[in-house]
């Protein structure tokens, strides 16, 4: 048959700077717990003067790049909700940092946290018209909304880059998928606005409504049931989303799956539903409780980078799969269900198999190495940051900050200048 078509590499970057969310609950006085605990999050990534969604793609792709070189590279689609013009696509500066070929198609794609999903499919189909050609995908984002709001302890920042390819080393992407459309004013950013405006809890339910949606369109488009899906991975705003969304799937498919947010909890949890599923005359050796127990389908590992990302919109769904990939004991062979979902709103259920010797690619160490080598912010820089609008009219040059490869160098004639840092 076909060659198979998937990820063949992924990588995930994000900024220099981290905000501290028990820092931002000592300065409004808020319960840290109700971060923690009741949104999921630990603390948010904050960009430096001299970053942006450019910088932070550039620096996601670049170590793929290195890997498997461009041969074939032909296509890259960038997708992304904060965008840094209204008209030039954000890929071209990628593209001229990289010193990629310029025998490329680039274009940016949008529909909020969705669009790295269509930008997926789209690299798909076009790997299945030609398979000797790759595709890069990246997902890049700074989640802003503004001071004072429920909306500003849910910001960050995160870039993923992933390379389509036949025959890929990583995830092979099955066909079947399942879609919904609502138009609905959950959450959008109008034009003259840095922030997005949201109605947070409509976002909520848009969200669980375009779950039931795309998963019933799964199941009569003949996907698999809930039983023939090992692992769970949802679109993350705030890691406590995805549980909301894993009991809300819970509840349509009349599965007990994980709900434990916190790893640990979750593995705990994972086993003994583990124990349960292998039943049989095993079985009888288990305790009643832990027999009946909801099996793990990789809830608390796939928050584990997001918890300290914070919103990366597009790209948080892909950084909740690599947290899979490089944190779960062993996904060989395993089936992963993948919930995306963009307010306004779109959402799309399809599915995933892990392919043998996937392991051998682990980024844990660079991503934990990343998020250690963020430079905390007071929350008084902080706000000041957030404050600091650059306005096109006014050539700037912006101070050196960001340790990571590629700059923000500042705005001339009205363009934005890019540089090795
Ligand atoms: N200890 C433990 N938990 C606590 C607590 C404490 N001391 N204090 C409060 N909590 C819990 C609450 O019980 C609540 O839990 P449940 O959700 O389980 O009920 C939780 O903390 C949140 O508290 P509130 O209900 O008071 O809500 P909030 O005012 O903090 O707002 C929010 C939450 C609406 C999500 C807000 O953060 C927001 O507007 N975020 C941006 C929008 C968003 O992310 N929406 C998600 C869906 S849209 C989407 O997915 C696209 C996207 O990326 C934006």
Redesign the pocket.
Same mark, same amino acid.
């Given at each position: 048959g076909a060659a198979p078509i998937g990820i063949d590499d992924i990588e995930l970057s994000t900024t220099h700077h981290v905000v501290a969310l028990d820092d931002f609950a000592e300065a409004n006085g808020t319960?840290p717990?109700?971060f923690h605990?009741?949104?999921g999050q630990d603390e948010f990534s904050f960009p430096a003067p001299d970053e942006d969604i450019v910088t932070m793609a550039a620096a996601a792709v670049a170590p793929i790049i290195e890997r498997s070189g461009t041969e074939g590279i032909r296509t890259m689609l960038f997708a992304t909700e904060s965008g840094t013009d209204q008209s030039k696509a954000a890929g071209m500066a990628v593209h001229s940092l990289l010193g990629l070929p310029s025998q490329m198609r680039i274009v940016e794609v949008k529909e909020?946290?969705y669009s790295a999903t269509a930008a997926l499919q789209a690299a798909v189909g076009i790997v299945t018209r030609a398979p000797e050609h790759r595709v890069l995908v990246i997902a890049s984002d700074v989640?802003r909304?503004e001071l004072d709001?429920?909306?500003e302890?849910?910001q960050g920042a995160g870039a993923v880059a992933m390379l389509v390819s036949a025959n890929p080393k990583l995830l092979e992407i099955e066909p079947v998928s399942g879609l919904n459309s609502a138009d609905v004013d959950?959450?959008w950013r109008p034009n003259d606005s840095s922030t997005?405006i949201?109605d947070?809890?409509l976002?909520?339910t848009? *969200?669980l409504d375009a779950l039931t949606g795309a998963w019933t369109d799964l199941q009569d488009q003949g996907g698999p049931s809930i039983d023939e899906i090992d692992r769970v991975l949802y679109?993350q705003?705030?890691t406590?989303?995805a549980k909301?969304a894993q009991v809300h799937l819970a509840g349509l498919t009349g599965a007990q799956l994980d709900t434990e947010i916190v790893a640990g909890a979750g593995a705990e949890a994972g086993a003994a539903g583990a124990a349960g599923d292998s039943a049989g005359a095993g079985a009888a050796s288990v305790a009643p409780e832990a027999s009946a127990g909801p099996r793990d389908t990789g809830l608390a590992t796939s928050t584990l980078y997001n918890r300290r990302l914070g919103?990366s *919109?597009t790209a948080?769904l892909y950084a909740g799969l690599c947290a899979l990939l490089d944190n779960d004991a062993d996904l060989t062979g395993k089936r992963i269900g993948l919930f995306s979902?963009?307010?306004g709103s779109v959402g799309e259920f399809f599915t995933a198999r892990v392919v043998p010797g996937y392991d051998q690619y682990t980024r844990r160490q660079a991503v934990t190495a990343a998020l250690e080598a963020r430079v905390p912010l007071s929350i008084d820089a902080y706000r000041a940051l957030h404050s600091t609008e650059l306005p096109s009219a006014e050539d700037v040059s912006t101070p050196k900050v960001t340790a990571g490869p590629f700059r923000f160098a500042g705005i001339r004639g009205r363009a934005r200048i890019y540089e090795r840092a």
């Open positions: 319960d717990a109700k605990l009741g949104l909020a946290c989640a909304y709001t429920p909306g302890p849910t959950d959450f997005a949201v947070g809890a976002s909520v848009a *969200y679109h705003p705030f406590k989303m909301k919103n *919109y948080s979902y963009g307010s």
